[in-house]
């Protein structure tokens, strides 16, 4: 699913929040504001739809804070069970990344009938403004993870991959740097299938969207937005679930290859994460 979209289903995921910033907290109590400037950032909303859409976003994060972080808080405190085995179980580690998704999913569910109504009511001028908008971030992403030399493009991947692990592990080992190379290497053209994944659903999306009037609309919008890595593609979904399986195997054999510093590092950080989580917590 592109940013845009991301956005309006509300930036609610756990790995969003977690990389958002460093004190999730402050984060999740500005979620509002970002949620807002991201949506009319790339649909332009008028002060009507703006107006309309406001008490509905109030209404999804009340409902996520009551319903949602405690989820997340009892995820993360198994999380941080996980990781001080010895050699954390790249299965359980597997089955922490399906929650997480799942947790993703019940947002963009909840969320449907107010993406597909304001999609609904968009008029031709922002819709085109909005297919322009994706073009663009096609064509940059095309230019920086797809023109380079497949070798680029691996080194590319460890290094992003290495910047991300910083504020986790901090500086890694030789031979976590050995397992993050091997891991980049064997994901060979994986921005190719990225991004031709993403052109095929949003040529789906755009071909739903531009028969918004049909009756049919609301129904076929919410499938386009449920499968938007291409759940109906059987070649999809298991390179998406082989991809998962790489990532856990990955996070596994970090923990395992960490010293004491290291896993105290990623151990304060989750425990930290689930501290700012908790204390965001409404009755609902």
């Not at 009892?74 to 990344?97: I, K, N």
């Not at 497949?150 to 991947?157: A, K, V």
């Not at 510093?261 to 204390?279: C, F, K, M």
Request: charged content about 30%.
């Amino acid at each position: 699913m592109s940013g845009y979209l991301k956005s309006l289903c509300l930036l609610l995921s756990l790995g969003v929040l977690v990389s958002a910033c460093s004190k999730t907290g402050l984060a999740y109590r500005n979620l509002d504001w970002v949620i807002s400037w991201r949506v009319d950032q790339y649909l332009d909303l008028d002060s009507q739809q703006k107006a309309w859409f406001k008490p509905k976003l109030q209404e999804h994060l009340a409902w996520h804070c009551s319903t949602e972080l405690p989820r997340y808080v009892d995820w993360l405190q198994r999380t941080e069970q996980l990781v001080e085995a010895p050699e954390p179980d790249a299965r359980q580690m597997e089955a922490q990344m399906i929650e997480a998704e799942q947790a993703f999913n019940a947002i963009v569910q909840q969320t449907n009938p107010t993406t597909v109504a304001l999609l609904a009511d968009l008029r031709p001028e922002q819709v085109e403004r909005l297919y322009a908008r994706m073009e663009k971030d096609n064509r940059e992403d095309r230019q920086k993870f797809l023109e380079p030399p497949l070798e680029t493009q691996i080194s590319e991947r460890a290094e992003r991959l290495e910047k991300r692990l910083k504020p986790w592990f901090g500086s890694l080992n030789e031979t976590q740097r050995a397992r993050v190379a091997q891991w980049a290497s064997e994901r060979r053209d994986q921005n190719r299938l990225w991004l031709e994944n993403r052109a095929r659903w949003q040529g789906e999306f755009r071909r739903v969207l531009d028969d918004r009037d049909a009756e049919d609309f609301a129904q076929r919008m919410s499938h386009v937005l449920e499968n938007r890595r291409g759940g109906h593609d059987q070649q999809t979904t298991q390179a998406y679930e082989q991809s998962r399986q790489a990532m856990a195997a990955l996070l596994s054999d970090l923990l395992a290859a960490a010293d004491h510093r290291q896993r105290d590092q990623v151990n304060q950080r989750l425990t930290s994460i689930r501290a700012d989580l908790a204390g965001e917590i409404c009755s609902g």
